[in-house]
């Protein structure tokens, strides 16, 4: 598919998501949620946002094995996510790998890898975290189900990861034997896709490394929540803890659906749908929902553009080599991204 058409694709599910976010709306009660908004936690959850993307810098540092260093870590990240706001096919993911390939003793394609990495335990950690919020909020059942069915499965994917990262080749030759009962996807192009991912795994098959990763996946995702929590007070007099993680976990699966940069649209619509589920006003639950989208943009573009100074490189230097590198990358297509919220 042409370059063109993936973007006018993704802008046309921004808009039918924005739609749906947007029906109904009372335009006067969204405007008075923000007049009336309290701007300290505003501040207090920007100061949420940068803790939380300082522990996926440590993630990053743990996942590569102390190769990349924690403030590198945090730096390209943030570089990574700039190049996401506002750049269509998440070609964020390929800047930061670049990025890191140019250190020592690392590569781009073990930077690579262990992003994909990054994007497993992330899917596990969402899914991990809405069944968190389904023990203690009373949400409607078909929620309640869904949840179950949700933690069946991340159970049953954390086991297949670890046996992945500890036999890859046994876990390659599986895999792609049963995506190859795929209607028009034969056994070769089955292995070139999962290919990535099991040699991602291959970075991470010490166990300590493993459970690290994984566990500072889930704390991330925590502290995400957090800063959820704090900007919601800025619309709520009060509000448990568990909404805020009840926001980030529908943002996390909104913004898998591929769609405009920054997944503008998708993030929106998964926040407010899951906020008036749980019965919060509509309203101030799309002014919330803008917000948090806002504030994380925010923060990763403000500390992606200090680190591409960091870096001495320009934003078009980097983006012209980003470009090159997916272009020729053999993982071109496969999932590279969920929410960093």
């Known amino acids: 598919m042409k370059r063109w058409q993936t973007l006018l694709i993704g802008l046309a599910i921004s808009v039918v998501f924005l739609f749906l976010a947007l029906r ?147 876990a390659l030759n599986i895999g792609s034997r049963g995506l190859a009962l795929l209607p028009r996807l034969n056994r070769d192009e089955a292995r070139a896709f999962l290919q990535p991912f099991v040699e991602g795994l291959g970075g991470v098959s010490n166990l300590r490394t493993f459970v690290l990763g994984l566990v500072t996946s889930f704390v991330a995702w925590l502290a995400s929540g957090a800063a959820a929590w704090l900007l919601m007070l800025a619309f709520w007099p009060v509000v448990p803890l568990i909404a805020g993680q009840l926001a980030v976990a529908a943002a996390g699966l909104g913004i898998s659906i591929p769609a405009a940069p920054s997944g503008v649209g998708p993030f929106e619509a998964a926040v407010i749908g899951a906020l008036t589920a749980a019965g919060y006003d509509a309203n101030i639950s799309r002014s919330f929902a803008f917000a948090l989208h806002a504030v994380n943009i925010a923060v990763t573009s403000l500390f992606g553009l200090l680190g591409l100074a960091r870096e001495g490189v320009s934003f078009s230097q980097v983006a012209r080599e980003a470009q090159a590198l997916r272009h020729h990358s053999p993982d071109e297509g496969a999932p590279a991204e969920a929410i960093h919220e």
């Open 24 to 170: 109904q709306a009372d335009f006067g009660a969204i405007l008075e949620a923000f007049r009336t908004a309290r701007y300290g936690f505003v501040a207090l959850s920007f100061l949420g946002v940068v803790l939380t993307v300082l522990v996926r810098g440590l993630r990053w540092n743990i996942l590569t094995q102390g190769r990349l260093s924690i403030a590198d870590g945090f730096w390209l990240f943030n570089v990574g996510f700039l190049f996401n706001n506002v750049l269509p096919a998440r070609l964020g993911e390929f800047a930061r790998a670049f990025l890191a390939g140019r250190r020592p003793n690392m590569h781009f394609t073990s930077a690579l890898s262990s992003i994909v990495v990054e994007r497993l335990f992330d899917m596990v950690s969402v899914v991990l975290l809405i069944i968190m919020v389904l023990l203690v909020l009373p949400l409607p059942v078909w929620a309640t189900t869904a949840g179950a069915v949700m933690g069946s499965g991340a159970l049953v994917g954390i086991v297949v990861l670890a046996i992945a990262a500890r036999r890859p080749d046994w």
